[in-house]
């Protein structure tokens, strides 16, 4: 969120997401991405350009959308 001018906004966007496309990064959107991780929503579900992942003391497993009997 910002109060600046939307163009304003979206140039540093782009120009974080170039930056991270030249380090190697190959995420869709990688910039949106990672902001979605630093929200704290469900504090140990995050969204990933895998989708949702669950973060325990064992690492990552990913979370189902769907729940089966």
């Known amino acids: 969120m910002s109060d600046a ?3 304003e906004v979206a140039a540093k966007s782009k120009e ?3 930056h991270l496309a030249k ?4 995420m869709n959107y990688a910039f949106m991405t ?4 630093a929200l704290v ?3 140990d579900i995050r969204l990933s350009d ?3 992942v669950r973060i325990g003391e ?5 979370v189902s959308l ?3 009997d």
């Not at 990672?34 to 991780?37: F, M, P, Q």
């Not at 064992?58 to 990913?62: D, N, Y």
């Open 58 to 62: 064992q690492g990552f497993e990913k």
């Open 41 to 43: 929503v469900i504090p």
């Open 16 to 18: 974080i997401s170039e």
């Open 23 to 26: 380090a190697g990064c190959t």
């Open 66 to 68: 769907f729940v089966t």
């Open 50 to 52: 895998k989708g949702l």
């Open 34 to 37: 990672l902001s979605l991780l």
């Open 5 to 7: 001018p939307f163009e």
